[in-house]
């Protein structure tokens, strides 16, 4: 079964753009989440969906949303680009949502903002 | 709320030596706990997870971990060091209402010949 995939994979965008990244689930996985990934915060929770609905969201300005589609991949979008969004951003899959849901993650996105 | 502890950001053993990668949790429920690892460039691969099934969790590449309730710990063992464990490790536990993770901020393992 294939794990799940993320596009693209490095991205350089500059400051004030947006950007639009993909997350592909394990086949049957209904459950997509999305974590920041920086040396000075560490990894932290962006969002979950479920059934193309937002169930959990983390402590992110309203510059950073997501949505999911009916076939479960999910784009998460970053409006207004600043410096400190620079970052990997990594998705997550499980097959079902809540707290006994092993998450598995993708390779992760690399962004640089300049 | 639910959070993670890991004691010391940098951890270096020599090849064929124990390797113990301390995580102390803080839950006011029975937590889900976890370990993953994460090789350079690559995301976060799953390692193990404590669930309240058994305080002994065996997990692959010959990890495991062991959930102690009295010193809320969940601290990550290996018998013998490889070189290809080199890599950062993460403890998280299970937070929030909803079920997302929360992590600890990594303990980096650094395995000398």
């Known amino acids: 079964k294939a794990g799940v995939t993320q596009t693209p994979r490095y991205l350089i965008k500059t400051r004030g753009q947006q950007v639009t990244l993909s997350c592909s689930p394990i086949?049957?996985?209904?459950?997509v989440s999305w974590y920041q990934q920086t040396p000075g915060q560490g990894l932290q929770f962006l969002f979950e969906?479920?059934?193309?609905?937002?169930?959990n969201k983390g402590n992110f300005p309203g510059r950073f949303s997501g949505r999911q589609f009916s076939n479960s991949r999910s784009e998460m979008n970053v409006s207004t680009l600043e410096l400190g969004d620079s970052a990997l951003y990594l998705c997550?899959?499980?097959?079902?949502?809540?707290?006994?849901?092993?998450?598995?993650f993708g390779p992760g996105t690399r962004l640089t903002v300049t | 709320a639910q959070s993670v502890t890991q004691l010391g950001s940098h951890v270096s053993v020599s090849e064929g030596a124990l390797v113990l990668l301390r995580c102390n949790y803080s839950?006011?429920?029975?937590?889900?706990l976890f370990w993953y690892v994460q090789y350079p460039n690559q995301g976060l691969q799953l390692l193990l997870k404590?669930?309240?099934?058994?305080?002994l969790v065996k997990g692959i590449n010959g990890f495991e971990a062991e959930f102690k309730k009295s010193e809320t710990s969940f601290h990550l063992t290996k018998p013998s060091a490889h070189m290809s464990d080199a890599a950062e490790y993460f403890c998280?536990?299970?937070?929030?209402?909803?079920?997302?993770?929360?992590f600890g901020k990594g303990t980096k393992l650094s395995v000398k010949p």
């Open positions: 969906y479920f059934s193309e609905t937002q169930r």
């Open positions: 404590y669930t309240s099934a058994a305080t």
């Open positions: 086949s049957g996985h209904r459950s």
């Open positions: 839950s006011s429920v029975p937590p889900y």
């Open positions: 998280a536990v299970i937070g929030g209402s909803q079920g997302n993770l929360i």
């Open positions: 997550a899959s499980s097959l079902v949502q809540g707290k006994s849901g092993e998450q598995y």
